[in-house]
């Protein structure tokens, strides 16, 4: 982390951060998923893969209101992530196992989705009114995953079912 990151003063700032927020999140539960599968934890690839997709459809949300704006070009030292934590698990970091458990799979992904609700709450104070209104609506979605997470996570310890997040949906 930079001593002196870059300011999250535009959407276009507050687009191009969580972007990268979204992005690495993807990218490294992917990467993740394939190395417990390397390892024959299929249990714990299922739950990277499970969260890869939830972070894909963060990047497509965030994607989706970037479309026709002009996002500045950060450098990877230049972004203001919350303290010293990275904004989502680190390949070879810290409270990776080959041996994971599906609850600790998830808590790494709970770890990740406290990161950026943290981040972006911490950008609400903006001055300027659709930062902070995108902060708000970043925030919210980074809470609604974390409460996701954590009834997920309430489950792997009870034994319980957790519901299908995307259902198939019938055409009308």
């Avoid at 934890?41 to 970037?66: I, K, Q």
């Avoid at 390949?91 to 799979?105: C, F, N, Q, T």
């Amino acid at each position: 982390m930079s001593a002196d990151p870059g300011p999250v003063d535009s959407l276009a700032a507050l687009l191009a951060h969580a972007l990268e927020l979204e992005h690495a999140s993807h990218e490294r539960y992917t990467e993740l998923a394939a190395g417990m599968a390397l390892h024959h934890n299929a249990s714990a690839a299922a739950a990277f893969d499970r969260l890869a997709g939830l972070s894909e459809v963060a990047v497509a949300r965030v994607e989706h209101r970037a479309r026709g704006l002009c996002l500045p070009r950060i450098a990877p030292w230049g972004f203001a992530w919350c303290g010293d934590d990275a904004p989502a698990p680190d390949a070879g970091g810290e409270g990776v196992d080959y041996l994971m458990s599906v609850a600790e799979v998830v808590e790494l992904g709970m770890r990740d989705a406290r990161c950026r609700r943290d981040f972006y709450a911490g950008l609400v104070d903006q001055a300027a009114p659709e930062v902070r209104e995108l902060a708000v609506a970043l925030a919210a979605a980074s809470r609604a995953q974390f409460e996701r997470l954590a009834a997920w996570r309430a489950a792997c310890a009870s034994g319980a079912r957790v519901d299908d997040w995307d259902p198939p949906n019938l055409p009308e």
